[in-house]
Nanobody
Framework: QLQVVESGGDLVQPGGSLRLSCAASGFTLDYYAIGWFRQAPGKEREGVACISSSGAGLAYDDSVKGRFTITRDNAKNTVYLQMNDLKPEDAAVYYC??????????????????WGQGTQVTVSS
């Protein structure tokens, strides 16, 4: 069964950091673009960051540029989202998703076919 599993969500104070992980099972991530998305209560799911299969193509939502970094370790079949200087508005359920794209990745949820169950990030003092 092909699936991705997120981990690393937690409660953190404003200004703190978290690293989320997206691990694949049943398939190798090497040929897939990976996107991180988030959904807060009452809001639509939005794209946060994505990385192309080669790792050369990156995209970030403007709200996280300079604070979040997406990386991939194909040897570990895992993609990471390092989140620094977290703000209360970053609080959401974070999902990773995989899709086979040629070229650059996209921050459009509807383009991704494989989704994890999500991990909760809470930012509060």
């Amino acid at each position: 069964q092909l699936q991705v599993v997120e981990s690393g969500g937690d409660l953190v104070q404003p200004g703190g950091s978290l690293r989320l992980s997206c691990a694949a099972s049943g398939f190798t991530l090497d040929y897939y673009a990976i996107g991180w998305f988030r959904q807060a209560p009452g809001k639509e799911r939005e794209g946060v960051a994505c990385i192309s299969s080669s790792g050369a193509g990156l995209a970030y939502d403007d709200s996280v540029k300079g604070r979040f970094t997406i990386t991939r370790d194909n040897a570990k079949n895992t993609v990471y989202l390092q989140m620094n200087d977290l703000k209360p508005e970053d609080a959401a359920v974070y999902y990773c998703a995989a899709e086979f794209f040629s070229g650059d990745c996209r921050l459009i949820p509807g383009l991704y076919g494989f989704w994890g169950q999500g991990t909760q990030v809470t930012v509060s003092s």
